[in-house]
């Protein structure tokens, strides 16, 4: 039952090659799903948070194709629930998974995708915008199944050895990684940092952190107060455009 379930949020996640991208598939959705279907939905929610945080600033640039943070973010906190690990598991196991499933993905693109492509092509010659159209959903389709199929095979054949690993890992090792789990995070804070970061973004990003450790509001707090000065300085900057185009029109 649970190899099902695990196969039924992979679906889920996969599904947003269908509807576009809803961020359905992220680590913290997927791993709250996966700590619903294994009966521990608080594991699965900080596990799937903790995983979020190292790929939340992981983007696909150009030819640079990231990590399937899919795939990571369903196994890592399947087996860390299975195995009964904590998060720190969760992120060591999550990262070559991700990295396992882009392998994967990247097969599908290679030896699939240019296949219907071609075909794709030969509709659009002959003026079938039909057949271009069941192409995209095919290519989409089999990507899909193929790719929840993985994940599913995987937990199937995986959670038993991950379990009987984990219990002959040394304790350096598990407190290493518990040090590591503190450092990834960081680094997925970095990474999404440089791609927002702004000289109109930096001061209220210092004023949050004031406001958080002088202050000690809660997250929610501040996410108020942050989405308040949002709403007051988009309504400022309209004011403006309309104040520049009256100027505008009166000359």
Avoid: W
């Avoid at 450092?183 to 001061?203: C, D, N, S, Y």
Wanted: glycine fraction near 10%.
């Amino acid at each position: 039952m649970e190899t099902l379930l695990i196969g039924i949020i992979a679906i889920v996640g996969y599904c947003e090659y269908f509807l576009g991208t809803q961020m359905i598939q992220r680590p913290i959705v997927m791993g709250t799903l996966v700590g619903l279907a294994l009966g521990d939905l608080q594991k699965g929610l900080i596990i799937g948070a903790s995983i979020e945080l190292v790929f939340m600033g992981v983007a696909s640039i150009g030819a640079a194709i990231p990590p399937e943070v899919t795939a990571g973010g369903i196994l890592g906190t399947a087996f860390a629930i299975k195995s009964g690990s904590g998060p720190e598991v969760a992120l060591a196991l999550a990262l070559p998974i991700a990295t396992l499933g882009l392998l994967a993905k990247n097969c599908i693109y290679l030896l699939v995708r240019p296949v219907l492509a071609h075909k794709a092509d030969k509709y659009a010659e002959e003026g079938n915008a039909r057949g271009v159209e069941m192409m995209h959903y095919l290519s989409t389709f089999i990507f899909v199944l193929t790719m929840s199929f993985i994940v599913t095979l995987s937990f199937q054949l995986g959670s038993g050895v991950v379990k009987s690993f984990l219990q002959v890992v040394p304790d350096v090792i598990t407190k290493g990684l518990s040090i590591a789990t503190g450092l990834l995070p960081a680094v997925g804070f970095a990474l999404l940092a440089r791609m927002v970061m702004t000289r109109k973004v930096v001061p209220f990003f210092f004023l949050g952190f004031i406001i958080a450790a002088y202050l000690k509001v809660p997250v929610m707090g501040i996410a108020a107060l942050g989405a308040v000065a949002a709403l007051i300085i988009v309504g400022n900057e309209n004011n403006t455009s309309k104040e520049v185009v009256q100027d505008d029109n009166e000359f």
